[in-house]
Structure formats: structure tokens, C-alpha cells
T-cell receptor, first 112, second 112 residues
Framework: EDQVTQSPEALRLQEGESSSLNCSYT??????LFWYRQDPGKGPEFLFT???AGEEKEKERLKATLTKKESFLHITAPKPEDSATYLC?????????????FGQGTILTVHP | GAGVSQSPSNKVTEKGKDVELRCDPI?????LYWYRQSLGQGLEFLIY????????KSGLPSDRFSAERTGGSVSTLTIQRTQQEDSAVYLC??????????FGPGTRLLVL
């Protein structure tokens, strides 16, 4: 059974204090790993897709990396507007494209 | 429209009543998905439609849940004889055939 575990459950940072969020996964043939951001009362907003170990992607203060067992979302010099829940999901090979397995998310709070 | 839209935004119902939730996908997207997000839980896959293919219903939790997609566009998720444990946010997403899922804002369902 595909499984995604995110840690920590919650993270409180001061503005400018860099840190990383972890997503550990077990999946039968990884087709893709997704990072989403979710603000309160809204649907998840796409950030990154990673397909193979060693791949890295960046967007503003965020950088996502992927190994064979986990992915990290690095946040450099965060700002209060980066506060949100960050979701990780995997798409397994051999299943329909629409079937993503999500972790429970990391709630990030950045204080000014 | 610019994105996935869902209606209603919020729904309060009494235990035992039936509810219908609607999703309008992004124009041109052939794939449509329903997910459920319960309080403190990760997103849970419910059902996936792709073009004219038979839907992947493997995530529907019971036979009280059903969904249809008319004309390859709008989808309706129906929950019959609602129970309190059905209270959750129901999220719809759409994508190109095997592309990135874009999520709507969700319908918040409360069963009293």
C-alpha cells in the first residue's frame, strides 16, 4: 500500500529563519511526487512536481528535492505570507493518473 | 472559467438526508477527480473520471457515495443517507489527460 508521511506536523519559524519540511514515502513505482500549498478555506495550490531521484526544483523562496525514499521542501528566509499547510502527494505507477496518495501535511507558521 | 469551481461552498444537512455536490472543471480538461479532506486528515482519493473510460471508483468509502460526469464536463458527487462521519471538505480537481491536477476551493459539508 502506498504511504506518505510528512514531518513535522507543525512548524513555527521567525521571519528569515530557514528550515525544511520532510515527506517520506513508500510507493510501488513512483510516477511523480507533488508538493501543494493549502491556505485556510481554499483548495490545494500546485507548487512542484518531481519525477526522479536527484531532481530539484525552485520557486522563489522554495526548493524541492527528491531521493528514492523522501522529498524535502526547503524554505529560505521565509516571510509571513509563506504561512500555510504544505501537502506532499505521490502518484504511483500502475494506477490511474488521478489517484494521488497524500500525506497529512505540515502546518507552517512564520512570525514577523 | 479560469479555474475549477465547486458549489455549494458550504452545505449543512441533517443526518439521513441526501446531498449533491457539483464540480465544474477547467474547460478542456478531460480528467476529473474527487477527494475528501476530513479534519486533521490528509486528502483521501474518492473517484477519478478520464474521458469516456470507466471511472476509477476504488476510493468511494461506501455504496452511499456515487458520482457521475455528464457530457465529459460537469460532475456531481452524491451522498445518500448522510452520516455525521461524512462531514468533511470535498475537493474536486481536473487536469489534462495525464497532467497536473488543479484543485477547486472545495465544498464544506457538515452533517448534523
Amino acid at each position: 500500500e502506498d504511504q506518505v508521511t510528512q514531518s513535522p506536523e507543525a512548524l513555527r519559524l521567525q521571519e528569515g529563519e530557514s528550515s525544511s519540511l520532510n515527506c517520506s514515502y513508500t510507493v510501488s513505482g513512483l510516477r511523480g511526487l507533488f508538493w501543494y500549498r493549502q491556505d485556510p478555506g481554499k483548495g490545494p495550490e500546485f507548487l512542484f512536481t518531481l519525477y526522479s531521484a536527484g531532481e530539484e526544483k525552485e520557486k522563489e523562496r522554495l526548493k524541492a528535492t527528491l531521493t528514492k525514499k523522501e522529498s524535502f521542501l526547503h524554505i529560505t528566509a521565509p516571510k509571513p505570507e509563506d504561512s500555510a499547510t504544505y501537502l506532499c502527494a505521490v502518484q504511483a505507477g500502475g494506477t490511474s493518473y488521478g489517484k494521488l496518495t497524500f500525506g497529512q501535511g505540515t502546518i507552517l507558521t512564520v512570525h514577523p | 472559467g479560469a479555474g475549477v469551481s465547486q458549489s455549494p461552498s458550504n452545505k449543512v444537512t441533517e443526518k439521513g438526508k441526501d446531498v449533491e455536490l457539483r464540480c465544474d472543471p477547467i474547460s478542456g480538461h478531460t480528467a476529473l477527480y474527487w477527494y475528501r479532506q476530513s479534519l486533521g486528515q490528509g486528502l483521501e482519493f474518492l473517484i477519478y473520471f478520464q474521458g469516456n473510460s470507466a471511472p476509477d471508483k476504488s476510493g468511494l468509502p461506501s455504496d452511499r457515495f456515487s458520482a457521475e460526469r455528464t457530457g465529459g464536463s460537469v460532475s456531481t458527487l452524491t451522498i445518500q443517507r448522510t452520516q455525521q462521519e461524512d462531514s468533511a471538505v470535498y475537493l474536486c480537481a481536473s487536469s489534462l489527460q495525464s497532467g497536473l491536477p488543479y484543485f477547486g476551493p472545495g465544498t464544506r459539508l457538515l452533517v448534523l
